[in-house]
T-cell receptor, first 113, second 114 residues
C-alpha cells in the first residue's frame, strides 16, 4: 500500500524567498507523480505532472523533481509571493489498470508580505 | 479545457437525510470518475472508482450501501450519502479523467450533517 509523507507540514516565509517542499513515497512502482495546490475549502489545481521516466518538470516559478528509485520528489518555488499561500499536495499515481492517486497530508504554505 | 463541475458546493441537512452530489465533466467525456473524502487537515482519501456503465469499485473500509455511486453517462457521476449521520460530515471531491490523461478535479462539496 502506497504511503506518502510530506515535509514540512507547515511553512511560513517572507515574500521573495525561494523554498523547497518535500515528498516521499513508499512504493516506487509509480506511473507518474503530480503536485497540486489546494486553497481553503476548495478543490485541487494541478501544478505539475512528472512522468515516471522524467527527472523534473518546470512551470514558471515552479520546478518539481522526481527520484523514483528513492521514492522522493521535491517542489521548488522561486521568489515566493503572497498569492502562493495554499496547501500543496503531492500525489504519486500507481500504474496498471487502477491509476490511483495517493495523497500526502500536504504542506501548508504561508507567504507573508 | 478539462473542466469538472461539482454540485452542490455546500449542503447542510438533518441526520437521517440522504444527500446526492453530482460530478460533471463539462467539456470532455470521462472514462473514469473518482470520489474522494477529505477530513480537516487530512489527506484526500479515495472512496471509489467508477467507470461509465459499470459498478463502482470501492476502497477497503468504504460502505457501498452507505455511499451509492452511479456513473450513468460519460459526463455524469453521482454520489449519494444515504441516511447521513454527523460522522459523514466531510469535504467530498470528485475527479474525472479521459483514457491515459491526468485526473481533473471538481471544487468539492462540503457536507454538514446536524
Amino acid at each position: 500500500k502506497q504511503e506518502v509523507t510530506q515535509i514540512p507540514a507547515a511553512l511560513s516565509v517572507p515574500e521573495g524567498e525561494n523554498l523547497v517542499l518535500n515528498c516521499s513515497f513508499t512504493d516506487s512502482a509509480i506511473y507518474n507523480l503530480q503536485w497540486f495546490r489546494q486553497d481553503p475549502g476548495k478543490g485541487l489545481t494541478s501544478l505539475l505532472l512528472i512522468q515516471s521516466s522524467q527527472r523534473e518538470q518546470t512551470s514558471g516559478r515552479l520546478n518539481a523533481s522526481l527520484d523514483k528509485s528513492s521514492g522522493r520528489s521535491t517542489l521548488y518555488i522561486a521568489a515566493s509571493q503572497p498569492g502562493d499561500s495554499a496547501t500543496y499536495l503531492c500525489a504519486p499515481e500507481s500504474g496498471g489498470s487502477n491509476y490511483k492517486l495517493t495523497f500526502g497530508k500536504g504542506t501548508l504554505l504561508t507567504v507573508n508580505p | 479545457g478539462a473542466v469538472v463541475s461539482q454540485h452542490p458546493s455546500w449542503v447542510i441537512c438533518k441526520s437521517g437525510t440522504s444527500v446526492k452530489i453530482e460530478c460533471r465533466s463539462l467539456d470532455f467525456q470521462a472514462t473514469t470518475m473518482f470520489w474522494y473524502r477529505q477530513f480537516p487537515k487530512q489527506s484526500l482519501m479515495l472512496m471509489a472508482t467508477s467507470n461509465e456503465g459499470s459498478k463502482a469499485t470501492y476502497e477497503q473500509g468504504v460502505e457501498k450501501d452507505k455511499f451509492l455511486i452511479n456513473h450513468a453517462s460519460l459526463t455524469l457521476s453521482t454520489l449519494t450519502v444515504t441516511s447521513a449521520h454527523p460522522e459523514d460530515s466531510s469535504f467530498y471531491i470528485c475527479s474525472a479523467r479521459r483514457r491515459n490523461q491526468p485526473q481533473h478535479f471538481g471544487d468539492g462539496t462540503r457536507l454538514s450533517i446536524l
